[in-house]
């Protein structure tokens, strides 16, 4: 598709994703490159485009599978109604995002614009990659963004929509490369301003219980955002580092501080079968390409079984051995 618009002029719809592969994008006249248009969860506002004007319409993208590449990915993309003397008199769109597995691949995404609101909420194995995809532009690269300003008359109008977007499970971002024509790679200027987001309690982590991790990966020109309770290292992925730390603390109680950084997954001051349950669960997040949950390698597989025999082993000999419930990614812990 060249583009992709939901909720357009203010509807109502829902767009559901299962499974499959949606290019969004062409080659338009005169042009080389497949710049496209957008995902647009929600364009325009309500009565644009002679539209019939419907109360509190929101348009709703669920996704449980399959793959979307995009140049942008707005919820929503806002316009202003320049029949009105005010631009914040223009009614608001509401763009909602429930992605609980597949890949999105896109330029950018941009949640909230000018009086239009957007929410995401990332579970399960979700992955967002923003990352450059036009083939003469290969340094400019994604970012992710609240609030863009609206601009009339070439004057930025500041943009007020209510907006959010919570990570939790496996779900991972990864924002790859060029940020804007000034930046050569994601730097930690970029990080603050993420930062600031999690500070106003915009980007949460766990349903706004908790918040995320934001990884700068100098090594491979990335940041990756993230909300792992077994990322005892914080670099945005769960693998044989973090069962080292698992294993180096194991049996620790009362504990105060830092609990994540020792290997506390469950938050319960001490280092125990269930932080291991949760690790195995989460082994494998954030490692390889893109970000995507990969197979364990071999050897750090073994050792996390050997370190879940040595853990039953303990316990059987204290004589405190104790089922811990296995939760499966996905679902609510």
Known sequence: AYG????????????EIT????????????????????????????????RPVLPNPQATLLMSGGTVT????????????????????????????LMSGGTINARWMNLGQLTGNGRAELSGDAVINLAPNVPSQPGNGGHLSFNRDWFVSGQPVTSIGEVSLDLRDNAIIN????????ITAPDQGEVDR????????????????DVPTIYLDGDNDQIKICALDA????????????LATWQANYGMTGIAGDLKAIGD??????VDGADLLELQIEFGVGVGPVGA????????????????????SFRRRRGILKDYPYSNPGTER
């Open 4 to 15: 992709v618009r939901m909720g357009y002029g203010g509807a109502t719809n829902t767009l």
């Open 19 to 50: 499974g499959g592969t949606l290019n969004v994008g062409g080659v338009p006249v005169g042009q080389s490159d497949p710049a496209g248009w957008h995902l647009d969860v929600g364009r325009g506002y309500p009565g644009f485009d002679s």
């Open 70 to 97: 995009t140049q942008g990915f707005l919820i929503p993309e806002q316009f202003v109604d320049e029949s009105l003397a005010d631009p914040y008199d223009t009614p608001s769109l509401n763009g909602v995002v």
């Open 175 to 182: 924002i790859f490369g060029h940020v804007d024509e000034f």
């Open 194 to 209: 993420y930062q600031g987001y999690i500070d106003a309690g915009e980007l949460t982590a766990d349903a706004g219980t």
């Open 231 to 242: 990322d005892f290292d914080s670099d945005c992925d769960t693998d044989a580092d973090d």
């Open 265 to 270: 997954a469950d938050n319960d001051g001490d």
């Open 293 to 312: 949950a990969t197979n364990v390698p071999e050897p750090a597989a073994a050792s996390l079984l050997l370190a879940g025999g040595l853990v039953a």
